[in-house]
């Protein structure tokens, strides 16, 4: 994560429920399948940290990429 993501508040998964509205309610994985993707859909399904009502987009490495890229402009980031 960038610094100016962490400077608008942004610093833990503990954060993202705030952030919902400003990330569209998803969270953008990385190779549908991966164990990071599958990690990810555990704690969205226990509604760890409050992510029970995202939903998890599995993306590749550049669609995440971007998708990290708008988040961050949309933050007045680089």
Known sequence: MAIYEGDAGLKSCK?????????DG?????????SANNGL??????NACGLGEFT???SSDASMLA???AFATSFGGR
């Open 15 to 23: 954060d993202l429920a705030r952030y919902y509205d400003k990330l």
């Open 26 to 34: 998803k969270i953008y994985g990385i190779e549908s399948g991966s």
């Open 41 to 46: 859909r555990k704690l969205i399904a226990s």
């Open 56 to 58: 998890l987009v599995a």
């Open 67 to 69: 998708a990290v890229t």
